[in-house]
């Protein structure tokens, strides 16, 4: 089992900036991909960015290109994203999530272990 604690989310303004972070624990693999996704109130779960274990390979969805970056410490089986100029439309919860093929896709089925969650909130 793999274990995924998410962190770094809060309430910020519009404009603004967050950056958060997971750590991956338990039978980790040596190659990985690891990515973030949301979810709004009543939406379904979205992608966001994923990177592979290497930080070669970064995928983006198209509504975050330009403002967020996903980066990997493989050292440290730790993902970030920093996100910047942020909008009230990222209000969501973020979920991280842990994929034992090194180049997972967008989807959700792609991925085997999910954090919990952690809130990020834009005000206008």
């Known amino acids: 089992q793999v274990q995924l604690v998410e962190s770094g989310g809060g309430l910020v303004q519009a404009g603004g900036s967050l950056r958060l972070s997971c750590v991956a624990s338990?039978?980790?693999?040596?190659?990985?991909?690891m990515g973030w996704f949301r979810q709004a109130p009543g939406k379904e779960r979205d992608f966001v960015a994923a990177?592979?274990?290497?930080?070669?390979?970064?995928y983006y969805a198209d509504s975050v290109k330009g403002r967020f970056t996903i980066s990997v410490n493989n050292a440290k089986n730790t993902v970030y994203l920093q996100m910047n100029s942020l909008k009230r439309e990222d209000t969501a919860v973020y979920y991280c999530?842990?994929?034992?093929?090194?180049?997972?896709?967008?989807?959700?089925?792609?991925?085997?272990?999910w954090g919990q969650g952690t809130q990020v909130t834009v005000s206008s």
């Open positions: 999530a842990y994929s034992s093929g090194i180049r997972a896709g967008q989807g959700t089925s792609s991925y085997d272990y």
């Open positions: 338990g039978r980790t693999f040596s190659r990985f991909t």
């Open positions: 990177i592979s274990w290497s930080g070669v390979y970064t």
